[in-house]
């Protein structure tokens, strides 16, 4: 079943403008990461979250373990922030990364 | 420090053959994570080992996957006998458990079963 959702599945954005990409967790995750997969395939690290925020440049996420959920957001994006976005969770006596099923994002222009 | 890093960056094999996928963690990490993506499934957990143990075997793939850390740097995937269903990307990652640390990901080995 979908443990970790991702929203939206796909996002058009124009240089500079801002935009919001969201998880919904039905299970209890304790922490969550969020990944960038380029598209020659590699996934770097953007976040690792336990409850709280994190800022680094462009980027901001939030993780509220109460309301289970998780955001990333991106400011002013850049041509090079296209691709796939990945949050993914860790739950209490859970061992392994449950992943979403990502957010394609296209940076035009 | 060098990433992880994953051999062959690509692989074709013919329907039945055995093929042997292989990954080096990160010096120093004690957790070693195999996954499967593909556009249908998405992001699938093979196998996770901590400290050369088994902590975790995905249900789904059992019967013809098998995944062995034979020492902490080292790692292997098996896939025997391989079907045209398993074409995919195989991902390695590492992390350091206990450090509230990232999992870091190799650039993973495209496999085409024909």
């Known amino acids: 079943g979908d443990k970790v959702k991702q929203s939206p599945s796909a996002l058009s954005l124009q240089e500079g403008t801002n935009s919001a990409l969201r998880c919904n967790f039905s299970?209890?995750?304790?922490?969550v990461q969020w990944f960038l997969q380029n598209p020659r395939g590699s996934l770097m690290n953007l976040f690792y979250l336990v409850p709280g925020t994190k800022e680094n440049g462009r980027l901001k996420s939030a993780f509220d373990s109460k309301e289970s959920y998780s955001t990333l957001h991106i400011r002013d994006a850049q041509l090079e922030d296209s691709g796939t976005y990945f949050c993914a969770a860790e739950s209490q006596g859970g061992r392994a990364l449950i992943f979403g099923t990502g957010t394609t994002v296209s940076v035009s222009p | 420090d060098a990433g992880v890093t994953q051999t062959p960056r690509h692989e074709v094999a013919e329907k039945g053959q055995t093929i042997i996928l292989k990954c080096e963690p990160v010096?120093?990490?004690?957790?070693l994570f195999w996954y499967r993506q593909t556009k249908i499934q998405g992001l699938e957990l093979l196998s996770y080992f901590r400290s050369k143990s088994l902590m975790e075997d995905g249900g789904a793939f059992k019967d013809r996957f098998k995944a062995e850390m034979l020492n902490s740097s080292f790692s292997t995937l098996k896939i025997q006998p391989t079907e045209p269903k398993d074409s995919a990307v195989y991902l390695c990652?590492?992390?350091?458990?206990?450090?509230?640390?990232?999992?870091?990901f190799g650039p993973g080995t495209r496999l085409l079963v024909l």
């Open positions: 010096s120093g990490h004690n957790d």
């Open positions: 990652a590492s992390r350091n458990w206990g450090y509230q640390d990232t999992q870091y």
């Open positions: 299970i209890a995750a304790t922490t």
